[in-house]
């Protein structure tokens, strides 16, 4: 994303469910969002292929602002090859059902959750079984 102003924008709501199947890096630091970001529930779903998320903080992205997200239900649902670390600094309060379900399966994956997220441990009991997801130093 280079310079995608989405300022308006409360929803990413499947935003990549389009080209989950080829999609394998994700690069977010040039989105732009706002106060008004709401939800990002389902955001990355079913994006098997993908290995790795850049900018899903505020300190490589000061532009994507997360702070009043809410609900990332099923946002790293079935994204079975993600592997590094995500800072999640967003005080979701509402809905994290089933946000990293049967992800970082595949074999040599290990997702990191690290941030100020009060919900850090509850969202790692969301992952499956299965699932190479844990919390960080």
Same mark, same amino acid.
Do not use: Y
């Given at each position: 994303?280079?310079?995608?102003?989405?300022?308006?924008?409360?929803?990413?709501?499947?935003?990549?469910? %389009? @080209? !989950?199947?080829?999609? !394998?890096?994700?690069?977010?630091?040039?989105?732009? #969002?706002?106060?008004? =970001?709401?939800?990002?529930?389902?955001?990355?779903?079913?994006? #098997? !292929? &993908?290995?790795? @998320?850049?900018?899903?903080?505020?300190?490589?992205? %000061?532009? =994507?602002? @997360?702070?009043?997200?809410?609900?990332? !239900?099923?946002?790293?649902?079935?994204?079975?090859? &993600?592997?590094? #670390? =995500?800072?999640?600094?967003?005080?979701?309060?509402?809905? @994290?059902?089933?946000?990293?379900?049967?992800?970082?399966?595949?074999?040599?994956?290990? =997702?990191?959750?690290?941030?100020?997220?009060?919900? &850090?441990?509850? &969202?790692?009991? #969301?992952?499956?079984?299965?699932?190479?997801?844990?919390?960080?130093?």
């Amino acid at each position: 994303f280079t310079n995608w102003i989405m300022t308006n924008v409360e929803s990413l709501h499947v935003f990549f469910v %389009p @080209i !989950k199947n080829s999609v !394998k890096t994700i690069n977010l630091t040039g989105l732009r #969002t706002s106060e008004n =970001l709401e939800t990002m529930w389902a955001m990355f779903s079913g994006c #098997t !292929k &993908l290995t790795s @998320i850049r900018g899903l903080n505020s300190t490589s992205s %000061p532009n =994507l602002v @997360i702070s009043n997200v809410n609900n990332i !239900k099923n946002m790293f649902n079935d994204c079975s090859s &993600l592997t590094g #670390t =995500l800072i999640i600094n967003a005080n979701v309060t509402t809905s @994290i059902h089933s946000c990293f379900t049967n992800a970082a399966t595949n074999e040599g994956c290990d =997702l990191v959750l690290t941030g100020s997220c009060s919900k &850090l441990q509850e &969202l790692v009991n #969301t992952a499956s079984e299965n699932s190479n997801v844990r919390i960080g130093n």
